[in-house]
């Protein structure tokens, strides 16, 4: 526990049983100190793949509830320092530096030290860069082995939702190989409420990590009749490169597959017939964006891992611009982009801001369309220009770079002291605000989840009811994303057990890349090294029912929400699906669209809370 006011620190120790990991250890201290929780899980610096997650949580300035989120192999090094979690409580008075090192089992060394951001974010690479090698040039001597660095940007300042940001270390030198905390704000709370701008950390501490391969590829024979790397290579396929596809990772396999799923120009295209959906994908994706991917990263395997050794070699690259679905999807076509040199563009100017990359892609296209459809003039949003977005004579190059340079232009709006765009408190309450003076069409446009009164996040891009679920936490995958209909009590139910699947797998440290095989065995590793795997199975259920229990889901807001799953349904309907649930909800929604959205919505949470009940029937 550090107090970033005083530098002052302190350590608790909880027994296991009593605590499992990283989150119902952070639920726990978030309601006593709100703090911000930073950990890994007990399998940290073990042999089973994917297990060095850092695990951020706490309650979230984005979504104003209780969030969970972490970062790829950022928790090898963590361990180095002996300790399962960081808790910071308190507020440093000026932005700060926090240095942690721990040499051959010594005493932590704790140091808070000021620095000054705005020297420092226009640095070298710029913001969240810039930060992470600054504090790495700061501190560098003072480290035995690579340590690493936790970084924020401009829009943790300026706004609810700024990321945290990390790259692997590698011979003294930060490499392009960044990874990100980016949902739920935690770059915001670490620099606003607790005045950290940046951690570095690292050591020699050694403990008794498991390293048995042997006993390991026991368990695994005896699962699947296969050795653990077997069971893992054969599970992470999609992630390193998928030959039914002829590429490879969550940019390459997704694009590849969504065919008329695909969303573009935000949202527009859910009310495209099949056909027009199909050309879009054809021509725009498959023959230009994919192609383009594919060429530059495929083909010649510029891949790395996020820091751990792993097989899923799941950060796809074009030299520094790394390449994953959803950020190149939000500041892709759901932005007017389908050229990769524009979205690398567009990607980079808000990774370097600091952003959660998924969220604000969906604030850009929003605006983007509002201005586009004249509901906001250019010059109130500090741009020259309308973006294109319509696909009738659209020039995938042009048009593309053109779109990337209105985008960029609203980020760096976005992040000025005095900014026309205000989202301090958050884009939902912006909307709010704009809508008043503008009228309601502003705000329909914006599609998010709504969580108590401020509230709010982008889903996850896939054109599927279950991301715009009233669930605990959402914008990550504690829901069912699948193109299925499933009618929504059951869909409610759906959801809760995929959180307490991915619970377990945050609770753990463990990648989610690496879940065909983690959800199923975990609870016989754990069984096998500290025992009580039922105690740890109804802990993970416990903590998703208390998660549930500060459920403040807001009935769908805007008006495209309703759209969204209205034609979803109209789409699996004219595609042949002869449910005849899904008939009656069309039925619905074809009458009075907003009774049968409140109908649809109440259903999905009555499915969510009779399922993630403490004491269930």
């Not at 620095?115 to 501190?139: A, C, P």
């Not at 609870?523 to 802990?539: A, D, M, T, Y």
Request: proline share 4%; hydrophobic share 35%.
């Amino acid at each position: 526990m550090i107090d970033s006011g005083t530098g002052f620190y302190k350590i608790l120790r909880h027994e296991i049983g009593n605590f499992w990991g990283p989150v119902d250890l952070g639920i726990h201290l978030a309601k006593k100190y709100d703090s911000l929780n930073i950990g890994t899980g007990l399998l940290a610096g073990s042999i089973f793949p994917g297990s060095n997650r850092l695990v951020f949580n706490g309650f979230s300035p984005n979504w104003h509830g209780f969030y969970i989120s972490s970062m790829g192999g950022a928790g090898l090094v963590f361990d180095n320092l002996g300790l399962n979690m960081v808790s910071i409580t308190g507020r440093a008075s000026a932005p700060s530096l926090l240095y942690l090192n721990r040499n051959h089992g010594e005493e932590i060394e704790v140091e808070i030290v000021p620095v000054n951001l705005e020297i420092v974010w226009n640095e070298g690479r710029k913001g969240v860069y810039s930060l992470m090698q600054h504090t790495l040039d700061t501190f560098r001597d003072r480290y035995e082995n690579d340590p690493r660095v936790l970084a924020t940007g401009p829009a943790s300042l300026y706004t609810d939702s700024g990321a945290i940001g990390s790259a692997p270390i590698r011979k003294g030198n930060v490499t392009w190989v960044d990874c990100w905390a980016g949902r739920g704000g935690f770059g915001t709370k670490l620099l606003q409420q607790h005045g950290i701008a940046a951690i570095i950390y690292g050591g020699t501490f050694i403990d008794e990590d498991f390293r048995d391969r042997n006993v390991a590829d026991s368990w695994f024979q005896d699962h699947y009749q296969m050795k653990l790397s077997a069971k893992d290579l054969e599970t992470t396929t999609k992630y390193r490169y998928d030959p039914a596809f002829n590429t490879g990772g969550t940019f390459g396999v997704n694009f590849a597959t969504i065919q008329d799923y695909i969303i573009a120009f935000n949202y527009k295209t859910i009310h495209w017939s099949d056909e027009k959906r199909l050309k879009l994908h054809k021509e725009y994706i498959l023959d230009h964006y994919l192609k383009q991917f594919n060429e530059e990263t495929i083909i010649p395997k510029q891949q790395k891992t996020c820091g751990e050794p792993c097989a899923a070699v799941c950060k796809k690259l074009n030299n520094h611009f790394k390449k994953d679905y959803e950020p190149y999807q939000t500041m892709g076509p759901l932005c007017g982009i389908f050229d990769q040199r524009a979205a690398e563009l567009t990607n980079q100017k808000a990774d370097s801001l600091g952003f959660d990359a998924i969220s604000i892609g969906g604030v850009l296209s929003w605006l983007m369309e509002c201005v586009a459809d004249g509901l906001i003039k250019p010059e109130e949003l500090g741009l020259k220009e309308k973006p294109v977005f319509e696909m009738e004579g659209f020039n995938l190059v042009e048009d593309s770079m053109h779109n990337a340079t209105i985008a960029m232009a609203l980020l760096d709006e976005m992040v000025k002291p005095d900014s026309r765009i205000n989202l301090m408190e958050g884009a939902r309450k912006y909307a709010r605000n704009l809508a008043r003076v503008k009228g309601m069409e502003v705000l329909n446009k914006f599609v998010y989840t709504a969580f108590a009164r401020h509230g709010w996040m982008v889903p996850n891009q896939y054109w599927t009811p279950g991301v715009l679920s009233p669930m605990g936490i959402m914008g990550k995958y504690y829901n069912d994303y699948g193109k299925e209909f499933i009618t929504p009590r059951e869909l409610g139910r759906r959801n809760a057990q995929r959180m307490i699947k991915e619970i377990m797998l945050d609770n753990t440290g463990i990648c989610r890349f690496h879940r065909a095989w983690a959800e199923d065995i975990m609870p016989h590793i754990i069984e096998q090294l500290f025992g009580n795997k039922e105690k740890f199975l109804r802990s993970v259920s416990l903590t998703a029912s208390r998660i549930n229990s500060r459920n403040a889901s807001v009935f769908w807001e805007s008006k495209r929400n309703i759209e969204y799953v209205h034609t979803f349904l109209k789409k699996k309907h004219l595609n042949g699906d002869k449910n005849p649930e899904l008939e009656a909800w069309l039925n619905k929604f074809n009458e009075n669209p907003k009774n049968a959205a409140l109908d649809f919505w109440y259903e999905i949470h009555k499915g969510v809370h009779e399922s993630l009940r403490e004491f269930p029937d």
